[in-house]
C-alpha cells in the first residue's frame, strides 16, 4: 500500500548516505517500500568489485589490473521477490559479498579512482528510473547531487558496532568478535572519509539524522516526514 496518493505522480530520487552500521540498508528498503520506489544499494556494487579482484587476485591499490577487471565486469542490481539481487557477470553474489574480509576489499577498490568511474555510469542508469532510494556513501554529493531529497544518516561509532555485530553473529556461531567488528568498523569510516575521491561526507543540503538514540520505526518516520514536505 502507498504512503501518500501524490509520490506516485512525483516518483522523487531520494539518496540516504552514511557510514557502516548507521541503519541506512535497513531504512533505504523500508522507504522505498512504503513509497512503491526501487531500492538501490552502491554499497552492494563496490562489495561486487571487491568480490572479483579478491577471486582473480588483483591487489586493490593495483589500478592497471584493477582497469582490466572492470572491463571485463558486469555486475547488474535485480529487485525479486525475495529481495534485492546482486549478480557478478551473471552469477548471483548476493550472500557472499558480506563476509568481513570482502567489506575490507570493497573499501579498499573504492578508494580507486578507476572502480568509482566504472561504477558512476552504472548507478547514474539504475538513477534515470526515478522512484529510486539510493543508498551509500556519496550519493547526494556527487553521484545524484541534483536528488530531490537528501538524507545523511549517521550514529556513534559504539552503537554502529553494537548493530553490526548483533547483524553478523544473528542466529549463527562462530562469527566475528565485537572487538573485532569495532576494529574493521573503525579502518572502514576512517577509508571511506578520509580518501581523496567521494570520500562519505554529508551533502550540504542533507538532512542530518541521528539514529543513535532512534530505532528504525523512528527515522523511516521521520523521513517520510521530510519526504512528504518536498512532495
Ligand atoms: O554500504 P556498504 O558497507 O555495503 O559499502 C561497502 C564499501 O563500499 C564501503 O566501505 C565504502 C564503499 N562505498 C563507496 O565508496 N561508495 C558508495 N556509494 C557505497 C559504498
Known amino acids: 500500500m502507498m504512503g501518500f496518493q501524490d509520490d506516485r505522480s512525483k516518483r522523487l530520487l531520494i539518496t540516504i548516505d552514511g ?5 541506512k540498508t535497513s531504512v533505504s528498503k523500508r522507504v522505498a517500500r512504503h513509497l512503491g520506489y526501487h531500492y538501490m544499494d552502491t554499497g552492494a556494487l563496490y562489495r561486487a568489485v571487491g568480490l572479483a579482484a579478491d577471486a582473480a587476485g588483483v591487489a586493490a591499490d593495483d589500478d592497471a589490473a584493477l582497469a ?7 555486475i547488474d542490481l535485480q529487485t525479486t521477490e525475495s529481495g534485492l539481487r546482486v549478480l ?4 548471483d553474489v548476493t550472500g557472499v559479498i558480506r563476509t568481513p574480509h570482502i567489506s575490507m576489499m570493497a573499501s579498499a577498490v573504492s578508494a580507486r579512482p578507476v572502480v568509482r568511474d566504472f561504477l558512476l555510469n552504472t548507478q547514474r542508469t539504475l538513477g534515470e528510473r526515478k522512484g529510486v532510494v539510493a543508498e551509500g556513501r556519496d550519493m547526494g554529493t556527487v553521484v ?4 530531490d531529497m537528501k538524507f545523511f544518516l549517521d550514529a556513534d561509532p559504539a552503537v554502529r558496532a553494537r548493530r553490526r555485530f548483533d547483524e553478523l ?4 556461531q562462530g562469527g566475528p568478535s565485537m572487538a573485532s567488528v569495532e576494529k574493521e568498523m573503525a579502518l572502514r569510516d576512517k577509508n571511506d572519509s578520509s580518501r581523496v575521491l ?5 551533502a550540504p543540503d542533507a538532512v542530518y539524522i541521528d539514529a ?3 530505532d528504525l520505526d523512528q527515522v523511516v518516520a521521520e523521513m517520510l516526514m ?6
Open 19 to 23: 557510514p557502516a552500521g548507521a541503519g
Open 226 to 231: 521530510h519526504i512528504r514536505c518536498a512532495t
Open 212 to 214: 543513535t538514540h532512534h
Open 68 to 74: 582490466a577487471l572492470c572491463r571485463r565486469t558486469r
Open 144 to 147: 545524484f547531487p541534483h536528488a
Open 169 to 172: 553473529n544473528a542466529g549463527r
Open 88 to 91: 557478478l557477470n551473471g552469477k
Open 198 to 202: 567521494a570520500p562519505l561526507k554529508p
